[in-house]
């Protein structure tokens, strides 16, 4: 196994639209030719469109694209940008002469205390879609979806971290995967590689407060915050059924589990896509350990490219 460039997965482009100044953003991941789609929601407080199509049950087949995006439920609006851009070359399914690009959704929430309220809308998909085809670097960080993420909220915005958007890649004998997670969780990030606390509720003279150790003690503030959510979106070049790419988006919840504690909590919405063309056969098993793999490497990404802003400190600041 080796680590590869995210765009050297298959025929996928990748766009962010980045609003820095209000510290928000979108991320869209698009495939001309439509991609087998899955998806797994495992968090309790999700915001997501068009989930319901990829159930394994229903018609549609393929997606065109996946919009991540920042703003709670109103950042659900950037994915009408993200249609109009594909619209626009022709790309969509084709129902009485009319092209109708298939664009699932999530976001998260990342709006902070007494800031302004700016969210992304149709003209923020538009943007990342056009900036996915004209193939602008691609990078982890404070960047697209993950601008204002934030990460270890058990005690509210006052001991919480920087999160970000992380992008991964792997590729092992022709199989290629790769995951770009937008990491804005109420629990801390672990580094599974060393099983060590990188990032999360944190103070200046105590350091990591340990949210999993505050929880088993009940030691919870009154003010709990319920502003969370990672989202993601994986992509192969495996070809797969759209049950097994549900199956797939399922397990790699695991490499969020390996990476974020506490995760899937009833303040979270965690949800990850996943979008497969045909072009080589592997085992599920091989794939999704991959996956896994790829999805703990990028949250692990997210974090350690952040920077500090917003009032949030980031990891390269205590490191």
Excluded: W
């Amino acid at each position: 196994m080796k680590q590869i460039d995210i765009k050297d997965v298959g025929g996928f482009k990748y766009g962010h639209c980045t609003n820095e100044k209000e510290g928000t953003g979108t991320t869209v991941i698009l495939h001309e030719e439509g991609a087998v789609g899955g998806v797994s929601v495992q968090g309790r407080a999700p915001g997501t469109k068009e989930t319901d199509l990829l159930r394994s049950e229903n018609t549609v087949q393929t997606v065109h694209a996946v919009t991540l995006s920042g703003g709670s439920a109103f950042g659900l609006d950037a994915a009408g940008g993200v249609m109009r851009s594909l619209a626009q070359r022709g790309i969509g399914v084709e129902v009485m002469g009319h092209r109708v690009p298939i664009v699932p959704a999530a976001i998260l929430f990342d709006l902070f205390p007494s800031s302004k309220a700016v969210y992304p809308d149709a003209g923020y998909g538009y943007n990342a879609a056009e900036r996915a085809f004209a193939e602008a670097p691609f990078l982890s960080g404070n960047y697209g979806a993950g601008t204002g993420a934030s990460v270890g909220k058990i005690n509210g915005f006052s001991s919480a971290m920087k999160g970000g958007i992380g992008v991964y890649a792997v590729e092992s004998q022709g199989v290629k995967v790769g995951a770009c997670i937008a990491v804005n969780a109420f629990g801390d990030i672990i580094d599974p590689n060393t099983n060590q606390l990188i990032a999360g509720a944190y103070d200046e003279t105590a350091g990591f407060l340990d949210s999993e150790k505050l929880l088993r003690e009940a030691t919870l503030s009154p003010g709990i915050q319920e502003n969370n959510t990672t989202i993601g979106c994986i992509t192969t070049n495996v070809r797969l059924h759209k049950s097994e790419a549900n199956q797939l988006a399922a397990s790699a919840h695991d490499g969020l589990a390996r990476s974020i504690r506490q995760v899937h909590t009833q303040v979270d919405g965690d949800a990850l896509f996943v979008m497969s063309e045909e072009e080589v056969t592997a085992s599920l098993l091989s794939l999704t350990s991959l996956a896994v793999y790829a999805v703990e490497q990028a949250v692990i990404r997210a974090v350690k490219d952040a920077h500090t802003a917003y009032g949030l400190t980031a990891y390269p600041d205590i490191e």
